[in-house]
């Protein structure tokens, strides 16, 4: 059952659209359901496809094709890198090498405490601020060295 | 029009067209995948690249619009080398395996990358390997082999009406699936079969039985609904191994249901009656036919002499040939008894005698895709004519305004402009009313008689049947129409109803005013048909009903199981079992024929000529696409030789053409059609609008894979979701009245009968209504379909005496 | 909310013509007051109540010569006379803020530091184009940036701006942010409408073109942030300014987004026609003192340069395709003589790779298979027929596509192996890097 809270927000968003067109909030309803829960599981797809009254396999077209919607479990933060090209040429393969040594974790695993999940990421549209990476789609952080990264996850209690 | 030129050739199109239909005019061949005529063009195989002059880039001819003077090359240097790079990456990934694969011998990317493509591959990375999906027991896949031209997502969406396969995941990750374990419900689903150009959904049923060049393909027509389907049935060794469509565009264009698809695994079910058997002293004994014909005939004669024809009741399957219904009649006639009828699922013979012709939908089949404003009254669309549903999903697509009265809330997969769902009882009283607000709508004053007119006065029109009315009339949100094309069409609910004779009268009146096409939609394969032949009682005979009420001495039943086909399963039992003497011609053993006497093998329809009558009016003639099963034999001729045993004169057909020139004698039967098809009533009959009445009713609809022998028998059918043992349906509402939950058992009875059954929530039932599926089993015991219905809580105890009483008595 | 968050502004001004960023002079950029200081909305309120006839705004737009800032550069003037002027119904607009190019960062820094001259932009297009409903579709990674943006379309509206019946006349425009969620082909126009139908972002083959079938198929004109962002300017200043700015064919100023091997990465607006030294002197040159070695002039869908090809260009829509490149959205990637172009170019592969959306077949299989040669090159695996094969696969992606991520996928290809060939070739033989080693 999505809470009240997330049919709020929802709501919130079908506003932004005709009355007919219910489906198009889906992209916001699975991140925010998503944002609330973690991790988008079967459930919350149907759970979201029936409150928007769209065919399940269409919102499972939708979380799948779109990078940024985690299907499977990822830990309390998920921490992006961004490896395209301008970050590539500034770096980010240092980046990447220092907290997968610091995470002991690999691109798509959770650290055994269930705390972090470590994703390659495309560009993000921020390339001026290369190397980079987001935490939990939302935070992003810029011009990283390795100290700063270990700040930050310092900061991520 | 417009003037191009395809490979030289200079052509006239209309307006509109694409180069891919400009080509197929003109028998041009541009390959392709994911184009196909009756869906919507998705342009992303990009498999018929074609030149166009002044353009630098290839174009896809199935997406591209023509202009005048366009010249299109599709033969060029610049095409065939888009085609052919096309075919190579199609083919990367793709697994080389033919000789494995159940589509090699009729697979398009095998014939197109013949034909278009260049020998050896490039490709010496590693291929894409995704894994299968368990989509249901009617298609099986092979994901590895989709090339994603997502034909069959879009058939479900657009035809099927509900988007069921999606395309998950991105680039080249995407893969074809149903959500997550979910199957493939639609009841059109064999058709993306037909549609995936390679082999990645295939038929379950047929997998690896048999190469598709193995096969020889005779036409034949579809048996199971009055649509007329034109099929192909496939043959190896005299055995059918498959079904497919064959292209009729009036009809059934390029589908098929999966009920005509995949009944075919019916017909050599273990159940098959191989050779005659009579009864002694409560045995069934196996005999040959001579014995069984003569002690039919024997019985048939002593029992009429002895008491009159009227003794004998004749009772003909509707999915039977005009043929068979014919002889049937005329052997009736023979032995001097007025009792024959097909109409099996029906109670209310009150318009017996006031018609002026032959009912039928009232329309071509395509021509519902035009219709600006539709009625349905009492039928569940999908469940009774799946791919006629179809026609109306189109229509609305093409912008139709959808009403439906109905006590089932069903979702017919297409937006519903207004809806009353009530008991079947009351849709007499709202089509009343949508009769009485028709009459303040219209510019025309309503010309009824006074009798219906004095009827009308007493009823109130209610906002839902109002704004039906004023869709009707063609009032519409942003412009009315003038004339607008409307459809009325009454389904099998409606015509198992005891008030039909209300709901057909006030329909006809209500099309009167509207100047509507529309009719019946008659549930059989012969339906029609056998109602121009006369398929039914004398005017002194009794009907299908009556038969059953006022038991017969002796029955003669043609391919049907009485229990499970007729009206009123309980009394159909009880007639069986009380007759001296029951001669069956059946396809199959069953138990709803253990009160039989005498079985006579006779053949499904894909083992004989024949020819039925569609709701159309369409008379389609089919020969045997195999030879008869064992030692049984076309219904037509086991009749003929019955009559010869008989000593009955005018038998003397030689074959099934012969019996056809003598049903219209010897005109052209679309002469003969045409004269007879009209659904006008003579006279206004009796009607009563306004019956107050309290009580459940049940909803007996027969689901669409119970719906005749044949389909009950295929297991692939039979394994498919639709396949619920009857329960006792009740909306939420009803539910609290009757102090039930979901999982509680029910006792419910009808008349002297009853039937213990666990309890669903079902909130397309109307309030007041119960609905139990019939032509099952379980329900054999109940009564008229649509008849007074009363439930009674179980107790866990009183469950369990129950169980074991029932023990008891089986031990 | 936005008034109180003072971002530090990391760009030196010195140099640049500000019209889209114009704000980032104040300490305070994304805030209405701020905007309305520098005279923002103004042309807005003129145009609607003074009832300026459509025609008249789209001639100015067609004399600035302002071109799509999206990467296609088609003329912003052109595509809105291709608007259906009667239409019974609700007509869209659509911003396109999706930037997922890699090398791509400028309309992040619109919204976030000048949100009102963008939502200004889209009103006076909505009022020109009859569109009473408008999306600006927001690439997902920017979600604090989005939140800037949402808080001030709440900002506008309540000041005025967006809404019913604007400055009381009958016009009224609504005005809502949207998001993507990780996707760059939905900055393809058609996937992008698909995206804001709450489907797969997927594009649409064309035709019909957005202007007839668009948002919920209905006529919808899209344009880049950058594009609409330029609007007031023009309107306030007059189309000729605007032209004045820049050069030839290339009116007005560009916002380049710079990125890679140069001392301040970051966004920089110049006046179109200033030459790439000039440019590259503005970002601090190329960092750690090295040498220039290639530079992808307007994100890696456009041809890469070798340096002795850009340091003579000039960066507008003629110089750079002159020197065949284009100018693509603006997007320079500045890579330094360390930079291996085998592994440069295997990264990029496998972008297209991945982000192909997977309908059209040329694209679908061919960015794998041109990602697995070059993987496999990367890994010492290569044959010397590799470099030919692929080549030859992406010539036959290019053009036979639905949508110009076929193109844009090929380009890279082409155009490394054409200029690093010998780079490619030393990988093949010795199985490692001529440049690193490794
Ligand atoms: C693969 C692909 C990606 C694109 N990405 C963007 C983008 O991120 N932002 C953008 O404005 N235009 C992008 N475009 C161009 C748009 O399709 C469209 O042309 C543009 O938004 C129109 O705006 P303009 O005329 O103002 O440039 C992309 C095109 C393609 C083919
Ligand atoms: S070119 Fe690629 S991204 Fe564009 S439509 Fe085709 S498959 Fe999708
Ligand atoms: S048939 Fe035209 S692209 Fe597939």
Same mark, same amino acid.
């Given at each position: ?157 | ?811 | ?12 001004? +010195?140099?640049?013509?500000? /019209? *889209? ?5 104040? %300490? ?5 007051? #701020? ?7 103004? +042309?807005?309120?003129?145009? /609607? *109540? ?5 025609? %008249? ?5 067609? #004399? ?7 990467? +296609?550069?088609f003329p912003t003037g052109l595509k809105w006379s291709f608007m259906p002027r009667y239409f019974d119904g609700v007509k869209y607009l659509v911003c396109n803020t999706d930037e997922g190019e890699p090398g791509t960062f400028k309309d992040r820094d619109i919204i976030r530091y000048n949100p009102h001259q963008l939502i200004e932009g889209m009103a006076i297009a909505a009022y020109t184009l009859g569109a009473r409903v408008g999306y600006n579709y927001i690439h997902g990674e920017i979600w604090q940036d989005y939140e800037i943006f949402e808080a001030a379309l709440h900002e506008a509206k309540a000041a005025g701006y967006l809404g019913e019946n604007l400055f009381g006349t009958s016009f009224s425009f609504d005005l809502y942010a949207v998001h993507g969620y990780g996707a760059y082909i939905c900055g393809e126009e058609t996937a992008l409408i698909e995206s804001i139908e709450g489907k797969k972002g997927q594009p649409r083959f064309k035709p019909p073109f957005p202007a007839s079938y668009g948002v919920f198929g209905k006529p919808t004109n899209v344009n880049n942030t950058e594009s609409y962002t330029s609007i007031p300017w023009i309107m306030q200043n007059g189309g000729q300014a605007f032209a004045d700015l820049g050069v030839a064919n290339s009116g007005g100023t560009k916002l380049f987004s710079v990125s890679g091997h140069v001392e301040k990465p970051g966004n920089y607006e110049v006046k179109m026609g200033m030459p790439f030294t000039e440019l590259l002197a503005l970002t601090g040159g190329v960092w750690k003192g090295r040498q220039l070695k290639a530079v992808i002039p307007g994100g890696p869908s456009t041809a890469v340069m070798p340096a002795s090809a850009i340091l003579s260009a000039t960066m507008d829509y003629d110089g750079l395709s002159k020197a065949r490149s284009s100018l693509g959205a603006g997007s320079m990637i500045v890579m330094d003589d360390t930079t291996c172009m085998v592994k440069t170019l295997h990264r990029l592969s496998y972008f297209f790779y991945e982000e192909s959306c997977g309908q059209c077949t040329p694209c679908r299989e061919g960015t794998g298979w041109v990602y697995r040669v070059i993987d496999r090159i990367v890994k010492g695996q290569g044959k010397m027929e590799d470099l030919d094969l692929l080549t030859d696969i992406s010539n036959n992606i290019a053009g036979r596509t639905i949508c110009a991520l076929g193109e844009a996928a090929a380009t890279p290809v082409l155009s490394f192996i054409k200029h690093f060939r010998p780079e490619f070739e030393y990988y093949i033989q010795h199985g490692k890097s001529m440049v690193d080693g490794k």
């Open positions: 059952m999505l809470s009240p809270e997330a049919i709020i927000k929802i709501d919130y968003e079908l506003t932004k659209y005709p009355a007919d067109q219910r489906q198009a909030a889906v992209m916001s309803a699975l991140r925010i359901v998503q944002t609330e829960r973690g991790w988008l599981s079967k459930e919350s797809i149907t759970e979201v496809a029936q409150y928007l009254g769209m065919p399940e396999i269409a919102a499972m077209e939708v979380a799948t094709f779109y990078n940024m919607y985690d299907l499977s479990p990822v830990g309390k933060y998920k921490v992006t890198i961004c490896t395209n090209i301008s970050c590539m040429l500034r770096g980010s393969d240092e980046i990447v090498s220092h907290l997968q040594g610091k995470l002991g974790v690999g691109f798509n695993e959770v650290t055994p405490d269930g705390k972090f999940c470590l994703k390659e990421g495309e560009c993000m549209g921020c390339c001026g601020g290369a190397p980079l990476m987001h935490v939990n789609n939302t935070e992003m952080h810029e011009f990283l060295t390795t100290d700063k990264v270990d700040a930050i996850l310092e900061g991520l209690k | 029009m417009l003037n191009i030129e395809i490979d030289g050739k200079s052509i006239e199109v209309e307006h509109g067209s694409t180069i891919i239909d400009a080509a197929d005019k003109v028998g041009i061949a541009i390959p392709r995948f994911c184009y196909h005529p009756k869906l919507s063009v998705a342009a992303n195989c990009r498999m018929c690249l074609v030149q166009v002059e002044k353009f630098n880039k290839p174009l896809p001819a199935c997406a591209t619009p023509v202009a005048d003077g366009m010249k299109i090359f599709t033969r060029s240097k610049s095409a065939i080398e888009a085609q052919q790079s096309v075919m190579e990456f199609l083919l990367i990934n793709h697994p080389l395996d033919c000789p494995i694969c159940d589509q090699g011998g009729e697979c398009d990317l095998q014939d197109v990358a013949v034909a278009y493509g260049v020998s050896g591959s490039r490709y010496t990375e590693e291929k894409r390997v995704v894994f299968n999906k368990n989509i249901g027991p009617l298609v099986s896949t092979d994901m590895t082999r989709c090339i994603q031209c997502t034909r069959c997502v879009r058939f479900l969406k657009e035809v099927g009406g509900m988007q069921e396969l999606g395309m998950i995941g991105r680039g080249e990750h995407a893969e074809i699936t149903a959500y997550v374990d979910k199957s493939v419900n639609s009841e059109l689903s064999g058709n993306i079969i037909d549609l995936c150009p390679v082999g990645a959904l295939t038929s379950k049923p047929f997998r690896y039985s048999a190469r598709s060049w193995e096969l020889t393909r005779r036409p034949s027509i579809a048996a199971h609904d009055s649509l007329g389907s034109h099929i192909e049935v496939h043959v190896k060794d005299n055995k059918v191994m498959r079904v497919l469509p064959r292209e009729k565009e009036s009809i059934n264009e390029c589908w098929l249901s999966d009920r005509d698809r995949f009944s075919y695994e019916g017909l050599n079910s273990p159940d098959r009656l191989k050779v005659p058997m009579i009864k002694h002293n409560g045995a069934w004994v196996e005999t040959d036919w001579k014995t069984a014909l003569e002690f039919a005939a024997g019985q048939l004669k002593d029992i009429t002499n002895e008491y009159g024809g009227e003794a004998l009741g004749v009772l003909v399957s509707p999915n039977s040939t005009m043929e068979e219904g014919y002889l049937a009649k005329k052997l009736a006639n023979g032995l001097a008894s007025g009792n024959i009828d097909y109409r099996l699922r029906q109670t209310d013979f009150r318009l017996d005698g006031k018609r002026l012709g032959t009912p039928w939908m009232g329309c071509n089949i395509h021509e519902i895709e035009e219709l600006d404003r539709i009625i349905v009254i009492g039928s569940n669309l999908r469940n009774e004519h799946p791919l006629l549903a179809q026609r109306f999903r189109r229509a609305v697509a093409n912008g139709a305004e959808l009403s439906v009265v109905s006590p089932l809330d069903n979702d017919p997969l297409m937006p519903i402009a207004h809806k009353v769902i009530v008991r079947p009882n009351d849709m007499v009283n709202v089509l009343g009313q949508i009769l009485k607000a028709m009459s303040g709508l219209q510019r025309l004053s309503l010309c009824l008689p006074p009798t219906l007119t004095a009827l009308l006065d007493d009823i109130k029109v209610r906002p839902n049947t109002q704004a039906i009315a004023e869709s009707l009339a063609g009032h519409g949100k942003d412009y009315d129409l003038i004339a607008p094309k409307v459809g009325i069409f009454l389904g099998n609910m409606a015509l198992s109803d005891p008030r039909f004779t209300e709901m057909y009268s006030l329909a006809e009146a209500i099309g009167g005013i509207t100047g509507a096409k529309g009719g019946i939609l008659p549930a059989a394969a012969n339906s029609t048909g056998m109602h121009m032949m006369g398929v039914m009682p004398s005017s002194t005979g009794m009907h299908a009903r009556a038969m059953l009420e006022v038991p017969r001495k002796a029955y003669l039943l043609l391919n049907i199981e009485p229990e499970l086909d007729c009206q009123h399963a309980a009394l159909a039992k009880a007639a069986m079992e009380k007759a001296e003497c029951v001669v069956a011609l059946t396809a199959y053993k069953s138990q709803a024929l253990d009160h039989a006497d005498i079985l006579l093998p006779i053949t499904p329809f894909t083992e004989t000529s024949g020819t039925f009558m569609s709701m159309e009016g369409r008379v389609q003639s089919f020969a045997a696409a195999v030879r008869p099963l064992g030692e049984s034999r076309p219904a037509w001729k086991v009749l003929r030789v019955l009559a010869n045993t008989l000593g009955l004169d005018g038998f003397d057909f030689e074959s099934s053409e012969q019996v056809k020139d003598a049903i219209f004698a010897g005109e052209k039967p679309s002469a003969v059609v045409w004269r007879s098809l009209n659904n006008n009533l003579r006279e206004l009959v009796e009607i009563q609008v306004n019956i107050k009445h309290d009580g459940l009713q049940r909803i007996g609809e027969v689901p669409q894979y119970e719906s005749d022998p044949i389909v009950r028998r295929s297991p692939p059918l039979q394994k498919t979701k639709y396949n619920t043992k009857p329960m006792a349906r009740m909306c939420s509402r009803q539910l609290a009245s009757l102090d039930l939950v979901e999982g509680d058992h029910v006792l419910v009875k009808q008349d002297k009968g009853s039937a213990i059954l666990a309890v669903r929530l079902d909130e397309h039932v109307a309030m007041g209504c119960v609905r139990v599926t019939a032509a099952h089993e379980a329900t054999t015991g109940l009564g008229d379909l649509m008849g007074d219905i009363t439930v009674e809580k179980l107790s866990p105890q009183q469950l369990q005496d129950i169980n074991t009483n029932i023990t008891e008595a089986r031990a | 909310m936005v008034a109180s968050s003072k971002p530090v502004i990391k760009t030196d001004l +010195a140099g640049q013509t500000l /019209v *889209t960023l114009r704000t980032l002079t104040e %300490d305070n950029p994304a805030s209405l007051d #701020t905007y309305l200081k520098l005279g923002g909305y103004a +042309a807005l309120k003129r145009i /609607v *109540t003074e009832k300026v006839k459509p025609t %008249d705004i789209i001639t100015e737009i067609k #004399t600035s010569g302002l071109r799509g800032r999206g990467g +296609a550069g």
